[in-house]
């Protein structure tokens, strides 16, 4: 129980220290934003690039309303889902071989080894 708290309180400093990082690099990253704007070329070219972001959006609105481009698009948007919820499965699958075996790596059926990657992070608040 007492490994619980310690590991509990490196998670909470560094909760602590992360927020105060953060805070800095947006600090940061405020200061080349107001550096960059300050900068002609860089604005001159700012701009080229919302003319070029303008048009592209309406090439695409004219893609979209083609309708072999409308068939290609849905079907990689059905593929793009079906490979997103095998990830998930594999990371469930991954995640369970690795508590269960204590193993960081695995081969494959073709007898490649691989590393197991086991992440976490803190997500949300919990109301």
């Known amino acids: 129980m007492e490994e619980d708290k310690t590991t509990l309180d490196a998670v909470h400093r560094l909760m602590l220290e992360q927020a105060e990082l953060r805070e800095k690099m947006k600090k940061f990253k405020d200061d080349l934003k107001d550096i960059a704007e300050q900068n002609d070329e860089y604005r001159a070219l700012q701009e080229e690039l919302k003319e070029v972001s303008e048009k592209r959006a309406t090439?695409?609105?004219?893609?979209?309303?083609?309708?072999?481009?409308?068939?290609v698009n849905s079907e990689l948007e059905e593929l793009k889902f079906k490979y997103k919820d095998l990830q998930e499965i594999m990371s469930h699958h991954l995640v369970t071989y690795f508590s269960e075996s204590g193993e960081t790596?695995?081969?494959t059926p073709n007898g490649e080894t691989l590393q197991v990657v086991v992440s976490a992070k803190l997500g949300k608040e919990v109301a």
Request: proline letters at 0%.
């Open 59 to 71: 090439a695409k609105k004219l893609l979209e309303a083609d309708k072999d481009y409308q068939v």
């Open 105 to 107: 790596s695995l081969t």
